[in-house]
């Protein structure tokens, strides 16, 4: 029976490790030991950061209605309850690209609502 090495899969694994921490800083993108720590570091701050991207995104979403509402005195929390009394279902992001990219469509919703 021939001699086996793990050479073979260990420069595999090694390469895999590597190519992932490709654009890392310094050593964590060259030596396979830092590599491997930047690399399960890195997929850490993408798991939470995915969960995370979603609050910044309502967050945004928030403040660009709130900032179309001005011009109407009427405050965020005021025009969300109204536009449920008033059985208008859009949700924030549509609200905020209306409001963003099509202003007077936006005042229109805001009169139906106020009515």
Do not use: C
């Amino acid at each position: 029976m021939p001699r086996v090495t793990k050479a073979l899969t260990a420069k595999a694994k090694h390469k895999k490790v590597l190519k992932t921490t490709k654009g890392h800083y310094g050593a964590r993108s060259r030596l396979f030991r830092t590599a491997k720590q930047s690399n399960i570091k890195a997929l850490q701050y993408a798991f939470r950061d995915r969960k995370n991207k979603k609050r910044t995104f309502r967050s945004l979403w928030i403040s660009r209605i709130s900032a179309a509402l001005k011009p109407s005195e009427l405050s965020y929390s005021r025009f969300i309850s109204l536009m449920r009394e008033a059985n208008i279902r859009l949700n924030r992001k549509s609200l905020s690209n209306i409001a963003f990219s099509d202003p007077e469509t936006f005042k229109k919703i805001v009169e139906k609502v106020k009515v």
